[in-house]
């Protein structure tokens, strides 16, 4: 599992995210397995795989509140003032 930065992240797409989450939890469920047999040379994989699979969830919901909010965004202009009575 090769350390990518939520930088690079943020460039892809949503589907990509979450095919990549997908496949992160396979390989994962695969690290614990092994790990368990005690086939498992480096069991820090499985800590950089599921701090990987956080990062990618963490952007994936980012981009999510992002088009949510420009879907949703005031239909009138510019918000009013609170406190100002019209005369």
């Not at 990509?16 to 397995?33: H, K, T």
């Not at 480096?42 to 969830?57: F, Q």
């Amino acid at each position: 599992m090769a350390h990518v930065k939520a930088g690079t992240m943020r460039d892809q797409t949503a589907d990509e995210i979450r095919l990549r989450v997908a496949e992160l939890r396979e390989e994962l469920f695969n690290l614990r397995f092994r790990n368990s047999m005690k086939q498992l040379d480096n069991a820090l994989k499985i800590r950089e795989g599921r701090r990987e699979v956080a990062r990618l969830l963490t952007v994936l919901g980012e981009k999510e509140r992002e088009k949510k909010t420009d879907s949703v965004a005031p239909a009138g202009g510019a918000p009013q003032a609170r406190g100002k009575k019209s005369a």
